[in-house]
């Protein structure tokens, strides 16, 4: 410094003081500056003050001479103590030198520094305020000081000026704002614990709502949450616990639409903390904000889902998840299956498209406090004002929520539990909003069916239940029922109906309807024979399901749907396919469950006795597709007490090709013959007179036979038989006979023993071109 420059009204004296290395000379130096500015202020002599704080800023706290900035720093702090109530005049002057100080490598000015301003901010009190953003500013940086008396210094500030704002009543928290999201995303532990100790003393004081700006700072309080200090995590909880508390109270006011998406991000934060605190509040949000949050579904799911497939070492998540599914699923309701008509009410400027939501989440998952910011509040910049009570008309929009589920459906590596939960969405939405949910059925359909082939039971069984929907609803009931799933399909669109007489034939009785439902039956939609075509492929495409899964799936649906329905449309179906095999192993299938299971004890009721029309078209559509199996073909007239022509089949049997499957399937039979589903049948045997054919048909069985254990069953049934001579006493005289009551001469049955000889004929053909002449001779019996 110059010491031949004049420093006037600064004395020479005071000057050489103030650059002084010694501490006590500098302090001997700021009481003359003291006493000399009471003077000017006893004088109002505001120019001559004015010169003393430039002088002491400029030339002295701006100086590059260490010691010299000491000087500045304690003069200044002896202006604003000379000045009193009067230093609000001169506060932009005395503060600004003094943060300059802040930045300055020498940890001991940058105390002095701290010391002076605290001087400053102590007699000032209220008059700081409208500095009050610089100043946060400076302590935030100092709060992460490496030097342990700065740091302790700058606490020291720190407290007094959060006295004074909690005094006052003229913060200006609207200005502060962008300053607090700003800094409330630094990394140093110790910036962020004077962040989080600042947010809880705003919070506190009953004039600042700083709820009104909380989608400002929340994305920036969960990223502190995660933070590795214990202390900052648990000060970080109690700020979110008081804020959620508040938000309970005071409903109305909050903004929920603008911290959806935020929540949104941080439910799928591998730091368990902040994951667990994000679900709950999104449970409360969704149960505070109802359907406020239905345009935020996509995003909500998409997070929450995963969750439902934690185990027991999230187990708090995984239920807070829970919650949270089953609430946005209540929000949903048959008024969202209305067209979507814009309605005249006032629109909420700060919520964003619900179109965006999905977008908005993927856009910021990634990304680090920066991004996050960005994308929540890309619309926000200065003022925000309180959530407006009035809630504009929530419309339900299904693309992005169909996307999400259809996405953690295709997911195979995703939980079983996550997967019912977006089986039970599916089902829930086709329930409450069928006609938008029907636009997106191609969409999911292929998934639906893929699912069939899951590894969980329950998981099947929801998927059954969706697809059982979609094949019943009304709102399924269109002309066109969409593209099928491949171009290879045997049957056509026009070929997805119910056959007819004039197709199948089968009926000689004139006016007949043709092989329609029962009208006692509900009526299928137009998805239901895409359903049933697409499942057949799938069966036929993945035999192992078929043989694993395939009887459980078929009886589901019949539980679930009409089963009459299942059997005709497949027959139908069935009738067609050029794989030959696949054919018969799937008649074999139908027959063993239409034989064997309780689900279809009403439909074996009403083909045993084909008193009706629909129970003979019935019939008469299952036997051309059985005549694919000749076992099962048999089995049918069994069980529809068609003996006679049972018998006929029988014959038949001597021109067809005996292997090995084709005995272990008789064999089959005869097992099928001693269960209680055929209880009649034996009954019947007893009545000798009136069934013949019953009882040639079984020795004919017993015929083809080898010397095994079902010819040893067999036979001693047959043994059971009784004797005709003997029951000639006392009977009365015979009625017509059973099996020519049961042969209906409505059905034309030459007609059906010409099929299936047809039939027999094309399965030889396809044999032996597939396998060749001698490996299917290893495949027959020698007898």
């Not at 997967?419 to 191609?442: N, Q």
């Not at 697809?467 to 070929?495: C, F, K, M, N, Y």
Request: glycine share 4%.
């Amino acid at each position: 410094m110059n010491p031949e420059k004049d420093f006037a009204p600064l004395t020479p004296n005071i000057v050489r003081a103030l650059n002084d290395k010694l501490y006590e000379k500098r302090k001997v130096a700021a009481l003359e500056i003291e006493k000399l500015v009471r003077e000017f202020v006893a004088q109002n002599n505001t120019v001559q003050i004015k010169h003393v704080i430039q002088t002491l800023s400029q030339e002295f706290a701006l100086s590059q001479h260490p010691h010299s900035r000491k000087g500045g720093l304690i003069g200044l702090a002896a202006c604003s103590i000379a000045l009193g109530k009067d230093s609000g005049l001169y506060l932009k002057e005395l503060i600004e030198p003094v943060l300059t100080c802040f930045n300055d490598a020498d940890s001991r000015l940058r105390y002095y520094a701290c010391e002076a301003l605290y001087n400053i901010v102590k007699v000032a009190r209220g008059a700081v305020l409208p500095h009050f953003n610089v100043l946060f500013d400076g302590l935030s940086k100092l709060a992460a000081d490496p030097d342990p008396n700065v740091k302790s210094g700058s606490e020291l500030l720190d407290r007094l000026l959060k006295d004074i704002v909690t005094e006052s009543n003229k913060f200006d928290l609207v200005g502060f704002i962008p300053l607090l999201r700003e800094r409330i995303y630094s990394n140093n532990q110790y910036a962020r614990q004077f962040i989080i100790s600042w947010i809880l003393v705003l919070e506190s004081v009953p004039d600042i709502n700083l709820l009104d700006y909380l989608p400002e700072i929340l994305d920036g309080l969960f990223q502190i949450l995660g933070d590795n200090g214990k202390e900052i995590r648990k000060m970080c909880e109690v700020v979110l616990g008081e804020f959620l508390k508040e938000i309970k109270k005071n409903p109305s006011s909050v903004k929920f639409a603008e911290m959806a998406n935020i929540l949104v991000i941080h439910c799928q934060t591998t730091d368990d903390l902040i994951q667990l605190t994000a679900m709950c509040w999104m449970r409360e949000f969704i149960q505070l904000a109802g359907r406020v949050m239905l345009p935020y579904s996509s995003g909500i799911l998409t997070a929450v889902l995963p969750c439902l497939a934690y185990d027991d070492r999230k187990k708090s998540i995984k239920e807070v998840a829970n919650v949270c599914n089953q609430s946005l699923m209540k929000l949903v309701t048959p008024e969202d299956d209305e067209p979507d008509e814009p309605k005249p009410t006032a629109q909420r400027p700060a919520e964003p498209n619900p179109d965006d939501t999905l977008a908005k989440q993927e856009g910021t998952a990634g990304g680090g406090p920066d991004g996050s910011c960005d994308s929540s509040f890309s619309s926000g910049s200065g003022v925000f004002t309180p959530a407006s009570t009035e809630r504009a008309p929530v419309t339900l929009h299904l693309d992005g929520i169909v996307q999400v589920l259809n996405c953690h459906l295709s997911d195979m590596a995703i939980g079983m539990m996550t997967r019912i939960a977006v089986l039970k969405w599916l089902y829930h939405l086709y329930i409450k909003t069928p006609r938008k949910m029907f636009r997106h059925t191609d969409s999911l359909f292929p998934i639906l069916l893929q699912t069939l082939s899951d590894e969980s039971d329950e998981v099947i069984l929801k998927d059954l239940e969706v697809l059982a929907e979609i094949a019943s609803s009304p709102a399924g009931q269109t002309d066109d029922p969409g593209p099928l799933d491949g171009p290879d399909l045997r049957v056509s669109h026009s070929e997805l109906q119910v056959p007819t007489p004039g197709r199948a034939n089968l009926l000689n009785t004139p006016g007949t309807k043709g092989l329609e439902c029962s009208p006692s039956t509900p009526t299928m939609n137009s998805y239901f024979y895409k359903f049933m075509i697409n499942l057949l492929k799938r069966f036929s495409s993945e035999r192992k399901l078929l043989e694993a899964r395939g009887a459980f799936i078929i009886r589901q649906l019949c539980l679930l749907l009409n089963a009459e329905n299942i059997f005709h449309s497949m027959a139908d179906i069935l009738l067609q396919e050029e794989d030959l095999k696949f054919a018969s192993t799937m008649v074999h299938t139908l027959n063993t469950i239409l034989l064997t299971s309780t689900e279809l004890f009403q439909l074996r009721n009403q083909l045993k006795d084909l008193k009706t029309l629909e129970s003979q078209n019935l019939f008469c559509c299952l036997y051309r597709s059985w005549c694919h199996n000749p076992v099962t073909t048999v089995s049918l007239c069994f069980l529809t007490q068609n003996y006679r022509h049972a018998y006929d089949l029988i014959q038949k049997f001597g021109d067809l090709e005996v292997t090995v499957d084709f005995l272990t399937e008789v064999d089959k039979l005869v097992q099928l013959i001693e269960c209680p589903i055929f209880t009649y049948l034996r009954l019947q045997l007893l009545d000798v007179r009136n069934n013949p054919y019953l009882i040639k048909a079984l020795y004919g069985l017993l015929m083809l036979l080898p010397q095994c254990s079902a010819f040893q069953l067999l036979s001693h049934r047959l043994q059971c038989v009784p004797k005709p001579e003997l029951l000639q006493a006392g009977d009365s005289p015979p009625a017509a006979p059973k099996s020519q009551k049961a042969d209906s001469p409505s059905i034309d049955y030459a007609e059906l023993l010409q099929h299936f000889e047809k039939v027999q004929k094309k399965h030889l053909e396809v044999r032996h071109q597939r396998s060749g002449r001698g490996d299917h001779l290893d495949r027959r019996v020698v007898l």
